[in-house]
């Protein structure tokens, strides 16, 4: 079991950026690749981009290829999401999770996070 917990969000121009982190605790992490999701409102949790346990292969939406990277340490049991020319419609909770597959699909991941609110100001 991991447990995860994101941190960094907040109120950001369009253009600027901002770097969200994903503390993991338990053994496991090191292990297990990681995901970010996000949920705007009104609207379903949708994929952003993913990376394999040992940072090998990565995955990413077309809607933040060239803007996002989700680089990870295992060393410190941490993920991130770096978020570089945000757009308002970027605005969202963003969602970290843990399983053991690489995958844009939600189903494949059974540790979340809380969520940490991101909003791009136009």
């Known amino acids: 079991q991991v447990q995860l917990v994101e941190s960094g969000g907040g109120l950001v121009q369009a253009g600027g950026s901002l770097r969200l982190s994903c503390a993991a605790s338990g053994r496991t992490f090191s292990s297990s690749a990681m995901g970010w999701f996000r949920q705007a409102p009104g609207k379903e949790r949708e994929f952003v981009a993913a990376i394999s346990w040992a940072g090998l292969i990565t995955f990413y939406k077309d809607f933040v290829k060239g803007r996002f990277t989700i680089p990870r340490d295992n060393a410190q049991n941490t993920g991130f999401l770096q978020m570089n020319s945000l757009k308002s419609e970027d605005t969202a909770d963003y969602y970290c999770?843990?399983?053991?597959?690489?995958?844009?699909?939600?189903?494949?991941?059974?540790?979340w996070g809380q969520g940490t609110q991101v909003t791009v100001s136009s």
């Open positions: 999770a843990a399983g053991r597959m690489t995958s844009h699909n939600s189903r494949d991941y059974a540790n």
